[in-house]
């Protein structure tokens, strides 16, 4: 009866320890994707923001109130901001 017992108790433990593993298993999953969204999100933002810089800088300019030099400036920084390791 003892030996019945402890095979239980090891198959219990092994179960639980399956378990555990798979549970964190999910949970560094879940982290990884919440980090790989929020730089999505990070550079969406930053891409939304180089968008506005420049179209402010393109209307300026065709204002005649700055030089074409300041207008790719913005220009290259909405083309770096659209660089992305994600898609």
Known sequence: ???AEAGQQVAALAYEKAVLA???????????Y???????????AALATARRS??????RFRAG???SADLLGAERSLGDA???KFF
């Not at 919440?34 to 969406?44: I, M, N, P, S």
């Not at 420049?54 to 209307?59: A, C, P, S, T, W």
């Open 65 to 67: 109130d700055i030089a």
């Open 22 to 32: 798979a549970l964190a298993d999910g949970e560094r999953a879940l982290s990884g």
């Open 82 to 84: 659209g660089k992305s």
């Open 54 to 59: 420049y179209d402010h800088q393109d209307r």
């Open 34 to 44: 919440r980090l790989a969204l929020e730089a999505v999100r990070t550079r969406q």
């Open 1 to 3: 009866i003892r030996a």
